[in-house]
T-cell receptor
């Protein structure tokens, strides 16, 4: 069964550094999402992306965050200048019209 | 009032028991309701997906939605040790490109 693939599985970064999290959505899906889950807390929506533009973003998704679909297969989340509070699991999800969202296994981001 | 509430208390049951999980929500615009299962260090995996009020059954799993009470439930019959995981409820307003709002998750342990 096709799945959403995320790399790396664990990223350790110094505070203030830029980080890029990568996702390969399921190939015939057209809607893409990023969520995060801080340890012990809910999964929280960050951003949705369709037709090469952001459809919706949460208040968490400020100017430090950006998303990009640089080619036909990858979907990336960039955090420009990481903070300690950005430490979390980051999940990518993708969806086909009329179907629920399917999630990857996440990238654990640790900010030192 | 939080948008989606799910009592996160861990739940331990003996093998073969019925597991009962539930969520309440405050946003009456939610129409699409999902249950995801999450194993340790993995992403959310879709279990059940229902629209509006009513019941849906899939094998040992039954999902119920009561929109009048803003209450959804998941029942697992004949629970197995392999059902040990965290169960997340999630919901959205629209059928298409729309963010999911998650509950905090219930950790379930099925004891052999």
């Amino acid at each position: 069964e096709p799945e959403v693939t995320q790399t790396p599985s664990h990223q350790v970064t110094q505070m203030g550094q830029e980080v890029i999290l990568r996702c390969v959505p399921i190939s015939n899906h057209l809607y893409f999402y990023w969520y995060r889950q801080i340890l012990g807390q809910k999964v929280e929506f960050l951003v949705s992306f369709y037709n090469n533009e952001i459809s919706e973003k949460s208040e968490i998704f400020d100017d430090q965050f950006s998303v990009e679909r640089p080619d036909g297969s990858n979907f990336t989340l960039k955090i420009r200048s990481t903070k300690l509070e950005d430490s979390a699991m980051y999940f990518c999800a993708s969806m086909r019209v009329g179907q629920p969202q399917h999630f990857g296994d996440g990238t654990r981001l640790s900010i030192l | 009032q939080k948008e989606v509430e799910q009592d996160p208390g861990p739940l331990s049951v003996p093998e073969g028991a019925i597991v009962s999980l539930n969520c309440t929500y405050s946003n009456s615009a939610f129409q699409y309701f999902m249950w995801y299962r999450q194993y340790s260090r993995k992403g959310p995996e879709l279990l059940m997906y229902t629209y509006s009020s009513g019941n849906k059954e899939d094998g040992r799993f039954t999902a119920q939605v009561d929109k009048s009470s803003k209450y959804i439930s998941l029942f697992i019959r004949d629970s197995q040790p392999s059902d040990s995981a965290t169960y997340l409820c999630a919901m959205s307003v629209y059928y298409g490109n729309n963010r999911l709002a998650f509950g905090k998750g219930n950790q379930v342990v099925v004891i052999p």
